[in-house]
């Protein structure tokens, strides 16, 4: 019997309802999206889609862990208390840490802080929210006097102008493109511009594309505000009445030359395309700026984000029905995490550590006279202290620090020194539980129960579908237990997630008389009833907006001390570290369509395995002549920090002098795949947000002595070639292989490696030509394709796209058998080719044979043929281009 479900997306910021069909007795779910909630209306990406196919139990952790041992629970926290209170008596507070994530929920959040900052006493909590949003949040709080998302997702409908800026919303957030892409088809006026120096899948709906030079925003920026300032196209009555600061802007930008002629030759743009960009802002009254990790993981993201904001507070357009500034989230509960003090600086419900009112407040709230007194170490000043052996012991929950942090190579080395390292998560082996003394074994998103806010401020509910996996337990009930042995039972007495809910909205609304923006106090007595209930909802929830609140700021008023919007000075500096002989290159970073951030849980949905299948650099043609690089050639990248190879992809979308690198891969798929170990561990001043999109690099061509590829039906354990990618698809594994020593005999190799146990002997077909150095095989097992192996020591190698599909096969015809080690279909058997809709399964060649054969003119008529690009559409750029 199933029953259905509503919860929310556990991916980025968007914040997706789901409807979930749940059969526990199969532990089988059934994903659909939510039609009624407002973040997605029924839509959901590729990630989305592929829920159901990530709550196997394998690789699940479902035990506690204490020295590499299954343990009890009762073992395990005893341990993790008894260590975190040696520490704290030996050498302090500050030597024990907590880092946290987007992916914990509200009410695991909140009681992490309270823990750690308000009973440990240290400020030492922050979050991997720290390298996504933080220049966002400091950007608010100086603009407006308290971090606030001024608009909502509906603003997108009512918009005339939308700027995309350094953000690759189709593939990021690709629900809320596909809503703005709606929004234009509804809208011939509305125009969209896209300030992001790649070209990406979002160019597809821009009217203009604004490829600026790495890092020059704010000088766009700046130039935009001095062009309404001299077209008398700001609202100087707002600025009067509801602004501080305007007197100093202008000051600062006589100080630098910001005419559209400068500013396009900073920017590296035409000045033709920058007057444009200015004069359609200033002519359209409803106009929203979306941004994104382009602005945010800066050294100076900060000022960018306030540079954004200057000009939308000059002109008054902030916070109205399609008029306003619009940060994008990266994560599911990163606004979440804001909202209970999850970064260092911060205390809980928007209150922080420079205000010793707020301190006091606070204290009084908690009953915690021992509370931290000043903020703590944020994310990469807490893994340097670990290095050096000040912080003693850290608990990491729900992140994957070895992989996601910039100079990752450190970040492994500092856990590898710490005397104590604990961490919670529902994977057993990720780069980062590699180093744990303490794994405990936490509820997945499947199982979990609680809140999460996502970018527009909309609290929704995140409701368990399945039992708890193993002895899984929720991550707020694993930190209130160590509370309790540390001594502090009368403040973590929850007995269910509902109680701190409950907490956190009373205190959101103590002692607040409209200072603070985050207030939900309306919610502090819900009924378990009510709460298992909740509709989504935006905050403030407060007795006079039961209902929720979708805008603010269009009446003038903010959080400041004077109630004044804050315009903020910015003088553009260029980035610490810039290329030079040695390093010519800027590496830039970020996400791909079908991946989540460490791959922990995309990768186990073979579908969304398929369209980059491997670690990848795009380089411009320029550039891959000047380094001599080719494309699928294998190359070696360096930075100052670390090393990767990846494979090339040359493209001219890549600015010239920069690259592009994605972040998801870690040891766990990949030999050299890290991104993060090349990324320079600078960081924003104010913030401390790093600088994720400017690291000078070298690139050369990595030339092994061979390549091959592996497809077995079950998972093998290849580690032995310096370069081999792992990755699941649909009743195979994929391993790309690449080395500089070779076996002495590459059948032999093959038996070792591709053979089990078997109880019946497998029959193998082989192919040599020992003068080319290739060797190919195909083993069966009672009559079914149990692996294939390719290897050569030039670039001779197949496509594998009509071999992978050979696996989902219980028998082979005659004609496939005779092919099989050709590597091609025989003729009349279709190769879809290389996956492009991972929704439906839907490859390259099959959609240029549909639009050959039924001449098919516009991604609509590909969709109505084929399904491809009709669900998250995410596909849909790379479908036109086919076109």
Request: net charge neutral; charged share 20%.
């Amino acid at each position: 019997m199933t029953k259905t479900i509503q919860t929310t997306c556990p991916y980025c910021g968007v914040g997706c309802g789901i409807s979930a069909k749940v059969d526990n007795k199969n532990r089988h779910i059934k994903i659909n999206g939510d039609d009624l909630h407002p973040a997605n209306f029924g839509r959901l990406c590729s990630k989305g889609s592929a829920l159901g196919e990530t709550i196997e139990l394998k690789g699940r952790l479902l035990q506690p862990n204490v020295y590499g041992r299954e343990t009890s629970w009762t073992e395990a926290l005893d341990l993790v208390a008894d260590s975190f209170k040696s520490v704290i008596e030996k050498y302090g507070a500050n030597a024990v840490a907590i880092y946290g994530s987007g992916q914990l929920l509200t009410e695991d959040y909140y009681v992490a802080n309270k823990l750690m900052k308000g009973f440990i006493g240290s400020g030492n909590m922050d979050t991997n929210s720290r390298l996504c949003m933080s220049s966002s949040v400091a950007g608010h709080k100086r603009a407006f006097g308290g971090d606030v998302v001024p608009n909502c997702y509906a603003d997108f409908e009512h918009a005339d102008l939308i700027l995309l800026i350094g953000s690759n919303t189709a593939w990021c957030h690709p629900v809320s493109f596909q809503r703005i892409r709606a929004a234009k088809e509804a809208n011939p006026n509305l125009k969209v511009v896209v300030i992001d120096p790649r070209k990406t899948a979002s160019c597809d709906i821009a009217d203009l594309h604004l490829p600026l030079a790495n890092g020059a925003d704010a000088i766009l920026f700046n130039g935009l505000f001095q062009f309404l300032y001299a077209q008398n196209k700001l609202d100087l009555d707002f600025v009067q009445n509801h602004t501080e600061g305007f007197e100093a802007v202008l000051a600062g930008l006589k100080l630098n030359n910001v005419s559209v002629e400068n500013v396009a030759n900073r920017c590296n743009l035409k000045i033709g395309d920058v007057k444009n960009f200015y004069e359609w802002f200033a002519n359209t009254e409803k106009s929203l700026s979306l941004w994104s990790q382009g602005i945010n993981q800066s050294e100076s993201g900060t000022d960018k984000v306030n540079a954004i904001l200057n000009c939308h507070l000059a002109t008054g357009r902030i916070g109205k029905v399609g008029s306003g500034a619009f940060s994008l989230t990266g994560q599911p509960n990163a606004m979440g995490g804001r909202e209970v003090g999850g970064l260092a600086h911060q205390l809980a419900a928007h209150t922080d550590f420079s205000n010793p009112d707020e301190i006091d407040l606070v204290s009084r709230f908690w009953n915690a006279p021992n509370i931290a007194q000043k903020g703590g170490l944020p994310a990469i000043d807490l893994f340097d202290a670990i290095y050096d052996g000040k912080i003693k012991a850290v608990w990491i929950m729900g992140t994957n620090p070895v992989v996601s942090l910039p100079n990752a190579d450190k970040v492994k080395e500092a856990l590898k020194r710490c005397e104590f390292v604990v961490v919670s998560d529902c994977i057993a082996q990720t780069d980062t539980t590699a180093f744990a003394h303490v794994l405990l074994s936490a509820q997945g998103w499947s199982e979990k129960d609680g809140t999460v806010t996502n970018s527009e401020r909309r609290i929704s509910r995140q409701r368990a579908l399945l039992p708890p996996a193993g002895s899984a337990k929720p991550d707020w009930w694993i930190v209130t237990q160590v509370a309790r042995r540390l001594g502090f039972e009368q403040a973590f007495h929850y007995q269910s997630p509902v109680e701190i809910f409950r907490e956190h909205a009373a205190l959101s609304g103590f002692e607040n008389n409209g200072e603070r923006a985050f207030n939900i106090s309306a919610l502090a007595n819900i009924s378990a009833e009510d709460y298992d209930n909740f509709q989504p909802t935006q905050w403030g929830i407060t007795p006079d907006s039961p209902n929720g609140t979708a805008r603010f700021f269009a009446d003038g008023k903010f959080f400041t001390k004077s109630g004044k919007a804050q315009l903020i000075p910015i003088a553009p500096r260029s980035p610490v570290n810039s290329p030079d002989k040695k390093y010519p290159l800027i590496l830039n970073t970020g996400r791909i369509r079908d991946q989540w951030h460490t791959m922990t849980r995309t990768a186990i949905a073979g579908k969304l395995n398929q369209h980059k299948p491997e670690p990848f650099v795009e380089i411009h043609p320029e550039d891959a002549q000047r380094f001599e690089l080719k494309t699928n050639q294998l190359a070696k990248i360096e930075s100052r920090w670390g090393s990767m190879l990846a494979r090339v992809q040359i493209t001219d979308a890549q600015r010239e002098g920069e690259i592009f690198v994605p972040m998801h891969w870690t040891a766990q798929q990949s030999s050299s795949g890290r991104m993060g170990a090349l990324v320079n561990p600078v960081f924003d001043p104010i913030s401390k947000q790093p600088e994720s999109k400017h690291t000078p690099i070298n690139i050369s061509v990595y030339q092994p002595a061979w390549q091959g590829f592996v497809l077995s039906r079950r998972e093998l354990k290849i580690t032995e070639p310096e370069y081999w990618v792992k990755n699941k698809g649909d009743e195979f594994y994929r391993y790309e292989l690449a080395g500089n020593k070779s076996p002495e005999n590459w059948a032999n190799w093959a038996r070792n490696t591709l053979c089990a146990n078997e109880s019946i002997t497998p029959q193998w077909q082989e192919y040599a030509d020992l003068t080319r150095g290739n060797y190919r095989s195909a083993r069966f097992v009672d009559g079914r394709l149990e692996s294939l192996f390719f290897v050569t020591k030039t670039d001779e190698l197949p496509s594998r796209n009509w071999l992978m599909s050979l696996f989902v096969q219980t028998e082979l015809s005659k004609v496939e058998r005779l092919a099989l080690l050709t590597g091609e279909p025989p003729k009349g058997v279709e190769d879809v080719g290389t996956i492009v809709c991972a929704c439906f399964n839907v490859g390259e060649k099959t959609i240029q044979q549909a639009i050959k054969k039924h001449g098919l003119k516009t991604h609509q008529e590909v969709g109505n043929c084929l399904k491809a690009g009709t669900n998250c559409g995410s596909c849909v750029p790379e479908i036109k281009a086919l076109l």
